[in-house]
């Protein structure tokens, strides 16, 4: 009998990637591509395209796992997508008759969260709170053999609760519209586009996170102000999910998780924002780097169609 291959599809707001893994989880293939962003049709189009891609690789039909920015509602109607053209749409219905074969959908964080549980720095951790730091903020929660996900799949959706006032407050911070429809969200500050903004709020002119890193490496002040800034938010962000959800480890992911200087800080900027008696667990970098999203897919179409 010949074993099916397993296809993990990361959906991003500026490309896609797709990967093909054997059983074992070992990777045989991958490519990426511009994410369309504004057609429906055109993004189903090019999904079916390189899903018959793969199957010509494979001489196969692979079973299939998708994560995508966003969650679904009780109606299977996507919502909150960085993607504009998938909001509203059901997705997971019209690629089932476009490719007539089971397609699994997973929020792009928690598919992350599920791979490095499962294969990455969180292996042999029964609770793994995971955290991506990139051009948004969200993660998720692994526990007991299973990720957890809640009744509307909003468990590590914390990049859209509010950063704690205090913060706001001692750094003089405005508060900053979110793409959600909410103003303030921790997202607006955490993320890499929050640490360009906070760079920017400090230094008063335009700044990247690229130009961020280079000025506070060399010892610019208004860098070293962001970043002491960046950290204190940071760090009350994670206390809170350590509060909520008592993990047994931290793993980080995201473009920033690449910033030694950021990760090391961490654990003691987490620890200023908890009471007394309450340790932060040991913080780990992803094993899987970019792989993870595609690899976690991948994991969950081949639970749903095991």
């Given at each position: 009998?010949?074993?099916?291959?397993?296809?993990?599809?990361?959906?991003?707001?500026?490309?896609?990637?797709?990967?093909?893994?054997?059983?074992?989880?070992?990777?045989?293939?991958?490519?990426?591509l511009a994410t369309p962003t504004t057609d429906y049709a055109d993004f189903l189009?090019?999904?079916?395209?390189?899903?018959?891609?793969?199957?010509?690789?494979?001489?196969?039909?692979?079973?299939?796992?998708?994560?995508?920015?966003?969650?679904?509602?009780?109606?299977?109607?996507?919502?909150?997508?960085?993607?504009?053209?998938?909001?509203?749409?059901?997705?997971?219905?019209?690629?089932?008759?476009?490719?007539?074969?089971?397609?699994?959908?997973?929020?792009?964080?928690?598919?992350?969260?599920?791979?490095?549980?499962?294969?990455?720095?969180?292996?042999?951790?029964?609770?793994?709170?995971?955290?991506?730091?990139?051009?948004?903020?969200?993660?998720?929660?692994?526990?007991?053999?299973?990720?957890?996900?809640?009744?509307?799949?909003?468990?590590?959706?914390?990049?859209?609760?509010?950063?704690?006032?205090?913060?706001?407050?001692?750094?003089?911070?405005?508060?900053?519209?979110?793409?959600?429809?909410?103003?303030?969200?921790?997202?607006?500050?955490?993320?890499?586009?929050?640490?360009?903004?906070?760079?920017?709020?400090?230094?008063?002119?335009?700044?990247?996170?690229?130009?961020?890193?280079?000025?506070?490496?060399?010892?610019?002040?208004?860098?070293?102000?962001?970043?002491?800034?960046?950290?204190?938010?940071?760090?009350?962000?994670?206390?809170?999910?350590?509060?909520?959800?008592?993990?047994?480890?931290?793993?980080?992911?995201?473009?920033?998780?690449?910033?030694?200087?950021?990760?090391?800080?961490?654990?003691?900027?987490?620890?200023?924002?908890?009471?007394?008696?309450?340790?932060?667990?040991?913080?780990?970098?992803?094993?899987?780097?970019?792989?993870?999203?595609?690899?976690?897919?991948?994991?969950?179409?081949?639970?749903?169609?095991?």
């Amino acid at each position: 009998m010949v074993m099916k291959l397993c296809y993990g599809l990361d959906i991003g707001g500026t490309k896609m990637e797709l990967a093909i893994f054997d059983q074992q989880m070992q990777l045989q293939h991958e490519w990426r591509l511009a994410t369309p962003t504004t057609d429906y049709a055109d993004f189903l189009q090019q999904l079916c395209t390189q899903i018959t891609k793969a199957d010509q690789l494979s001489g196969q039909l692979g079973q299939l796992g998708i994560a995508l920015p966003g969650i679904q509602d009780a109606s299977g109607q996507v919502i909150s997508s960085n993607v504009p053209c998938l909001n509203g749409q059901q997705v997971v219905a019209d690629l089932q008759q476009l490719l007539q074969r089971p397609v699994t959908i997973g929020n792009d964080c928690r598919c992350f969260v599920l791979s490095e549980a499962v294969l990455g720095a969180g292996r042999g951790f029964n609770r793994v709170l995971g955290v991506i730091l990139g051009t948004g903020c969200g993660g998720g929660f692994y526990a007991d053999g299973s990720l957890q996900q809640g009744r509307q799949q909003l468990v590590g959706e914390f990049g859209h609760q509010s950063l704690a006032a205090r913060v706001v407050q001692q750094h003089r911070l405005p508060l900053y519209p979110c793409g959600c429809g909410l103003v303030g969200c921790a997202e607006t500050y955490v993320s890499g586009r929050g640490l360009a903004r906070l760079y920017q709020h400090f230094a008063g002119e335009p700044k990247s996170t690229y130009q961020w890193l280079e000025d506070y490496r060399s010892g610019q002040p208004a860098a070293v102000h962001a970043f002491a800034a960046y950290m204190d938010a940071l760090g009350s962000v994670l206390a809170a999910q350590l509060l909520a959800y008592d993990p047994d480890v931290l793993v980080l992911g995201g473009g920033l998780s690449d910033i030694a200087e950021l990760v090391a800080a961490v654990p003691e900027a987490t620890q200023q924002h908890l009471f007394a008696g309450v340790q932060v667990p040991p913080v780990k970098v992803a094993e899987g780097g970019a792989a993870s999203g595609k690899r976690g897919a991948a994991l969950l179409g081949a639970k749903a169609n095991g």
